[in-house]
Nanobody, 127 residues
Framework: QVQVEESGGGLVQAGESLRLSCTAS????????VAWFRQTPGKAREAVSC????????YYLDFVKGRFTISRDSAKTTVYLQMDALEPEDTAMYYC????????????????????WGQGTQVTVSS
């Protein structure tokens, strides 16, 4: 079973950028779809983006389309979330999640499909 750990969060001003990293241990992401979720106090977690095993058909939350980009390194050990033009509404705890998938070209935006979670990394965007 893969384990994941997030890094790269921090405090930035509106309009600035951050790149989050989700690093695999135990095994690579070869057999996994990977998603980024975020959560603020009192609200349910929402999927920000996900990437399939093969990188096809990534999902993006409507609010982040055109600003965020998900990618994976060639060794399939790290998934990145490049976040540009950050807005105060992006402030949240960001979680990486992985799901072992048989379908290479699909990823899920549904929390219930993921059984491997990191501890989260905080992103705070000031106005």
């Amino acid at each position: 079973q893969v384990q994941v750990e997030e890094s790269g969060g921090g405090l930035v001003q509106a309009g600035e950028s951050l790149r989050l990293s989700c690093t695999a241990s135990g095994e690579t992401f070869e057999e996994y779809g990977v998603a980024w979720f975020r959560q603020t106090p009192g609200k349910a977690r929402e999927a920000v983006s996900c990437i399939s095993r093969g990188g096809e058909n990534p999902y993006y939350l409507d609010f982040v389309k055109g600003r965020f980009t998900i990618s994976r390194d060639s060794a399939k050990t790290t998934v990145y979330l490049q976040m540009d033009a950050l807005e105060p509404e992006d402030t949240a705890m960001y979680y990486c999640a992985a799901a072992r998938l048989s379908i290479r070209s699909w990823c899920s935006a549904q929390e219930r499909h993921y059984n491997v979670w990191g501890q989260g990394t905080q992103v705070t965007v000031s106005s």
